[in-house]
């Protein structure tokens, strides 16, 4: 076996979020997505395009050395590699369903690349490519970049450019004398806030533990409300909707000081911007005068608390956990909460604004989770072109609680923006 380099802190972050997982659940790190081809598309130039995105970027073809769990490693980037495109034929299931089913088979991240692809054909046609990625390769962001650069090497490979960096030159950068400082002072952050914050959780009924309820909320309304109140505060759209959650999570722990962890995504610098491989990272950010009344106050000091957590986004995992077995009684994250943000579409992929069917009312819909990884209370926010969407994982908690916190923070957005 080759000599391993060190993991980027992205990667080493998705490590240390699985390094423990029984065999039953080590699929849970996978992500399925299933992209239609376009129309004329066939066989061959759907195998071209795979295997020009995967020989763009070092992560599709990396292998990890994690045969000692405490110094996993990344082995240099296969220069060869398997490029078989299995077809699948099926006429009626759907095919997100298809690539779910697919995602379901953990990868061996000591001998497999983390992703696995199959052409769906419709009778003999080429209909969709079904793609599973696992989330050391690739994070939300670095899944939709390869599927526009996807769509744009159906067509024409040569667009895509020269090659970019790969997670062995991050993790280069973030160990050299300029990154470790800044990881110096990742982990001051960290202990300031955990010395600082009170300690605050959600009620653990004894009939929920044990237990994990996902609920998703879904509303057309809600998303122009969170417009219309993040250009009154003059802060993001994000802040305004963590603004919502936070308060709600207060509300029902009983506090007015509440210690989340925000997913950083880290990709601030434009060298690493496009980057495919998983680069998010919790950090933790101290919400204080949580139950403020006024939201538009309260998404302002959402988004000053969240710019200086997200200056340290870049941390050593394994640091920061030893500096929590030293501060046994400090506080641990009362909630978590991820906006998820993606690239704006590719030229080829835009289509007509789609509007909110008027009086389509808000909803909450219950499915099992695919994973359970993450924190307790984990809020994913996601913004469509019709409506926001914010799906919550809770454990401990139990359904009613868990919906009475996404209505919560529906009703926050509406009342609040009702003045704008």
């Known amino acids: 076996m080759s000599e391993a380099d060190p993991l980027s802190l992205g990667q080493l972050s998705v490590w240390h979020d699985i390094r423990s997982l029984p065999a039953a659940r080590r699929h849970e790190p996978n992500n399925a997505a299933a992209w239609p081809l376009p129309r004329g598309v066939d066989a061959q130039q759907v195998r071209t395009a795979v295997r020009a995105i995967v020989a763009r970027h070092p992560s599709l073809r990396t292998r990890y050395d994690v045969r ?6 990344q082995l240099p980037p296969d220069t060869d590699w398997d490029d078989a495109l299995p077809t699948l034929e099926d006429e009626t299931a759907e095919p997100a369903d298809l690539a779910a089913a697919l ?3 953990p990868f061996d991240l000591g001998g497999q690349h983390g992703w696995r692809a199959r ?28 599927h526009q650069e996807f769509r744009q090497a159906l067509t024409d490979p040569e667009r ?24 110096s002072a990742a982990l001051d952050h960290w202990k300031q806030l955990l010395g600082r914050a009170p300690v605050a959780a959600l009620p653990r009924p004894a009939d929920t533990v044990g237990g994990v309820v ?19 505060a003059r802060v993001s759209v994000a802040s305004v909707v963590l603004a919502a959650y936070a308060r709600a999570v207060a509300r029902m722990c009983g506090t007015d000081a509440l210690l989340v962890q925000l997913m950083s995504a880290n990709r601030f610098a434009g060298r690493w911007k496009n980057l495919v491989t998983s680069m998010n990272q919790w950090v933790p950010a101290l919400i204080e005068d949580a139950c403020n009344d006024d939201l538009v106050e309260l998404a302002a000091a959402v988004h000053w608390s969240g710019l200086g957590a997200f200056r340290h986004g870049m941390h050593d995992v394994t640091a920061v956990a030893a500096l929590r077995a030293e501060l046994p009684d400090a506080a641990e994250p009362a909630c978590a909460f991820n906006y998820v943000a993606v690239p704006d579409p590719a030229p080829l992929d835009a289509a007509p ?26 809020a994913r926010a996601l913004e469509s072109e019709d409506a926001l969407t914010v799906r919550l994982t ?9 919906a009475a916190l996404l209505w919560d923070m529906h009703e926050s957005l509406l009342s609040a923006a009702e003045g704008c």
């Open 68 to 73: 000692d769990p405490d110094v996993p490693g």
């Open 103 to 105: 995602a379901t088979e």
């Open 119 to 146: 052409l769906l054909t419709r009778s003999g046609v080429p209909a969709h490519l079904l793609f599973v990625k696992h989330h050391i390769a690739a994070d939300a962001w670095a899944q939709e970049l390869l």
């Open 160 to 183: 895509l450019g020269p090659p970019p960096p790969g997670p062995a030159d991050l993790a280069a950068e973030q160990h050299s004398a300029a990154g470790l400082r800044r990881q």
């Open 214 to 232: 996902q609920g998703t909320l879904h509303s057309a309304a809600a998303r122009p409300a969170a417009h219309a109140l993040a250009e009154r």
């Open 353 to 378: 604004r789609r509007e909110p069917v008027p009086g389509r009312p808000p909803t909450v819909t219950w499915e099992e989770p695919f994973t359970t990884i993450g924190p307790r209370c984990y």
């Open 394 to 402: 809770a454990k401990d908690l139990g359904r009613e609680r868990c």
